[in-house]
């Protein structure tokens, strides 16, 4: 189960967006073996991408209608169109941007746990 924590520090650090308007983390234990097997990319594709389809589709729309955010086709994504932006062996980030928002969303590998960080900056009222 996943458990809600502060965005770490580390990671606001990092000046993924260059202001945070609202930021989000979550931490769930994962066994030592899994981290072993999956990249944090291979992780984030996982957790969006095993999704229910009907999810998948709502998810998208309200990205695109609410958020105005641009996606790319989902036969070529599996982390519902967010773009993979850089990885690494401990995190991979997704982004995306749109008329409204611009978006982070962070998969990290830490010692027995997965750490995922969404990040938002409003770019319009």
């Known amino acids: 189960m996943a458990r809600r924590m502060a965005v770490p520090e580390r990671v606001r650090a990092m ?5 945070v308007d609202y930021g989000d983390a979550f ?3 994962c066994p030592p073996d899994v981290l072993a097997h999956y990249t944090p990319d291979e992780l984030g594709e996982l957790a ?3 999704a229910p389809r009907w ?8 990205h695109r209608r609410m958020l105005g955010l641009r996606l790319t086709p989902s036969r070529l994504h599996r982390t519902l169109g967010w773009d993979l932006l850089s990885g690494t062996d401990d995190e991979a980030l997704y982004g995306s941007t749109g008329r409204l928002v611009t978006v982070r969303l962070l998969v990290l590998k830490a010692p ?5 960080v969404f990040l938002l900056r409003r770019d319009r009222p």
């Not at 000046?15 to 202001?19: A, E, M, S, T």
């Not at 999810?55 to 309200?62: G, M, P, S, T």
């Open 112 to 116: 027995g746990q997965v750490v995922v």
């Open 48 to 50: 969006m991408g095993r």
């Open 55 to 62: 999810l998948q589709l709502f998810v998208r729309l309200a």
């Open 27 to 29: 931490a769930a234990d």
């Open 15 to 19: 000046r993924l967006i260059d202001r």
